[in-house]
């Protein structure tokens, strides 16, 4: 591979530098399918919306830590980093001696820039733990669900996407691929801490040249790319789908009983919950028909022929972040299962191909260079999506995973590298969770809204201004990041605010072990490397090339070695196999998670009486023009707004029935919040279903008024903020009911990517 630039979590790129910014950018060479969100990075670097120096808040800065509801709308102070270190220091310090490290929630969850080294979350929660340690957060929001139900019922969540079926084997072996949410290509940019090449399209395109067809269960045609059948059910009814396909499977003598008595266990318990033998609800095609919207005659025929072809039964991630998420990747497990080709080339189950460019990608053959973390001597933890919920009901229980936790009492939030604002639902309730605590502190390199919900902003480099390395588990090139340019005004690394904070709180030696950004570099790729069993170049030449192929273990099949022995092999669940029963699930006994795979309505859809004033289901995924909220200003996420705002995908039948016409402004509402959106028409998705994606920045109309309309369409404002269910407590944000209409009022302005006010004094 010639030397690339650098590397995102969408590519490796080159570059023309100029005047301190990058003026264009290209794929790096040898990546079949660049992605259009290298668009975004030209300019990023001097974006109007950079933080140029260290702030604090104004009232903060007059009146000291405390609750407040001006967050978000106050002034912020200029300081030098002298005094920034020298106020968050003593911050850190009263806090810990007043309440305690357990005050300190350092979750700080998010996925920040690509590179192993000033990766913001390993740098915060290092410093964290040397501070004498913080509450933390499990999971994440991408897999919040999976995170927890997996290991319970398969005995891992990781192993399903890095060490997946081959794209390479299901091009070359499977027949028909189910496909549960799709296989959207968008999402396949993406793999955290980058990646240098996108197999999937190329994949799905030799599958069909070999007569393999692709089923697609999705409320957009478009999550397929291609030729596809598809079928569009009511949103969040695939679970009762899946039902239906078993219950063809076991009344037809279709289930592989071999494999079911070998592999796994509970299978009669699910049975007679899918034949209705205890609820007399038989869970048939004809059941499931008024719930999904779809002919039972159709699914009986795809049961049949799921049966009888080589089947790779695909669930996407964001069937799991709903209400009830839990039962989605399990009950297409369970499916699989009854199949009985779990572990065969190009059949069985896959969790998010589609969702992610990790799924399908052979893993490397060994671990990453990455920064050793110490140990947390704080207990507290919450998952992940439980913020609001934490800092409104401190000393309050609550359900997770079989345990009973009680949320403790926050007085410091620390964020770096992640963004509420983007990824937590219900934004007017954050923002009341957020007046809570004493102090807010964030590190960011841009003005986000959580940056101006913050105390304390500490401004941060991006990845082009400082020197790093990185990969991914399921990419060969690991790649040198070098500094492309100085870093910007005032910003700094926060591996320099942190060694600075750390040297004035007493640890500094610690914490630095006396390296250099770069010395660190240098020692985490000598460690890595004498720990090998193949050479690899010294760091220096590692370095001059610019990157390093490393070998993968090519060809997998998900649980191959646990189909060819299954005792050798045995899964980590207490029975050692694939649990379509859960004795331990059971024994929990909460009413919104039971022991075996199983139909729950949702709170969100529309079948239900929420429909009735919120007629339409919003689905709100991953956006195709960026990732999350980064880069929101770049090109080609401002190419796809549509007079300034998000682009929400409406069909023609249920815009002209609201007097809606392509182009225009539309309010986008519900009981929680409302936003403006710019209509596109499009009949590729069902009428009843409109799509707004995550990550226009939060624009409230009115900054001192929490429950403001978002000027610029951020879905987040709509959503629910309630858990999967008592076992996971996963991010629902997937789904929303709303309603929309022509917005009629004066336009407000977009002043999302705006700084706020900053006094010098
Ligand atoms: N409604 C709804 N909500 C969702 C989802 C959904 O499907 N629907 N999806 C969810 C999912 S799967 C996820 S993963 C989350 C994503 O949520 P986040 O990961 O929080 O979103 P990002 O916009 O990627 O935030 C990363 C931030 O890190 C900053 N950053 C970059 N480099 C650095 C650095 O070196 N240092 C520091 N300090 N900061 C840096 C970026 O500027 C950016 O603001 O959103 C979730 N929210
Ligand atoms: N371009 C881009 N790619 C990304 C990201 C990004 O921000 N931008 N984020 C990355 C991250 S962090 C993650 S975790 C993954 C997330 O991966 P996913 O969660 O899989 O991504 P989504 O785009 O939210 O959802 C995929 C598709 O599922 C379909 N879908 C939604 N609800 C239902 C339903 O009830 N039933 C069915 N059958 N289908 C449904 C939607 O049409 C949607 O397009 O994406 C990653 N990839
Ligand atoms: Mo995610």
Known sequence: MPRPASLTHWGAFTADVRDGDLAS???????????????????????????????????WLEHGPGPTDVRGADEFVA??????????????????DAHGNEAIYGGSYGWASAGRFHHAQSQVHRFLKMLGGYTFSRHSYSLGATGVI??????????????????????????????????????????????TAHPARDALRRLRERGGRIVSFSPLRDDVDGDCEWLAPVPGTDVAIMLALAYVLATESLVDRAFLDRYCTGYDRFERYVLGLDDGVPKSPEWVEPICGLPADQLTELARRMASSRTLVTVSWSLQRVRHGEQAPWMGLTLA?????????????????????????????????????????????IPVAAV?????????????????????????????????????????????????????????????????????????????????????????MFVAMPALTEPYADARDDYATFSALAHRLGF????????????????????????????????????????????????????????????????GTPSGRIEIFSADIDGFGYDDCAGHPRWYEPQEWLGGARAADHPLHLVANQPSSRLHGQL??????????????????????????????????VRVFNDRGACLAGAVLDDRLRPDVV????????????????????????????????????????CTGAHVLVEIEKFTGTLPPVRAHEPPVILHR
């Open 25 to 59: 950018v290209s794929p790096a060479e040898g990546d079949a399918d660049p992605s259009p969100l290298l668009g975004n990075l030209p300019g990023s670097i001097r974006h109007r919306s950079r933080i140029t120096g260290p702030a604090v808040r104004r009232g």
């Open 79 to 96: 300081v030098s980093w002298d005094e920034l270190t020298e106020l968050l220091a003593d911050e850190l310090s009263r806090v810990v």
């Open 150 to 195: 997996m290991p319970r019922v398969v005995g891992t969540h990781d192993d399903l996407f890095k060490r997946s079926t081959d794209w390479n084997v299901i091009a070359a072996h499977t027949d028909l691929m189910v496909c549960f949410g799709g296989v959207a290509m968008k999402n396949t940019a993406i793999n955290h801490g980058g990646t």
């Open 337 to 381: 299962a009854m199949l009985g080709q779990i572990g065969f080339p190009g059949g069985g189950f896959g969790h998010g191909y589609g969702s992610m460019n990790e799924p399908g990608l052979p893993p490397l053959r060994c671990r990453l260079p990455a920064l050793p973390q110490g140990l947390n001597p704080v207990r507290s933890f």
């Open 388 to 476: 609001s919920d934490m800092l409104l009901h401190p000393g309050e229980p609550f359900d997770f995973n079989g345990l009973r936790l009680t949320y403790p009492d926050i007085r410091l939030v620390y964020w770096a590298g992640g963004n509420p604002f983007h990824h937590h639902q219900d934004i007017p309730r954050l923002r009341r969770a957020l007046g809570r605590p004493d102090t807010i502190v964030v590190h960011e390199p841009y003005w986000t809204a959580m940056a101006k919900h913050a105390d304390i902003v500490v401004p941060s480099t991006t990845a082009y201004e400082r020197e790093d390395f990185s990969g991914s588990r399921n990419d060969p």
């Open 508 to 571: 500094g030696e610690q914490f630095t072990e006396g390296r250099t950004a770069r010395q660190w570099l240098a020692h985490l790729y000598e460690k890595w490397s004498a720990e090998l069993d193949f050479d690899v170049p010294t760091f220096e030449e590692f370095w001059s090339t610019g990157s390093l192929r490393l070998p993968t273990e090519d060809g997998l099949s998900l649980l191959g070695d646990f189909r060819a022995d299954p005792v050798a092999n045995r899964l």
């Open 632 to 665: 929101d200003g770049g090109a080609t996420s401002q190419a796809s707004k549509v007079q300034g705002r998000e682009p929400i995908r409406i069909h023609p039948e249920a815009a002209d029935r609201r007097g809606i016409v392509d182009g225009d402004v």
């Open 691 to 730: 799509q707004l994606p995550t990550g226009a920045w939060y624009d409230p109309a009115d900054a001192a008024d929490v429950d403001a309309m978002c000027v610029h369409g951020n879905p987040n404002v709509l959503t629910a903020d309630v858990g999967t269910s008592s076992l996971a407590q996963g």
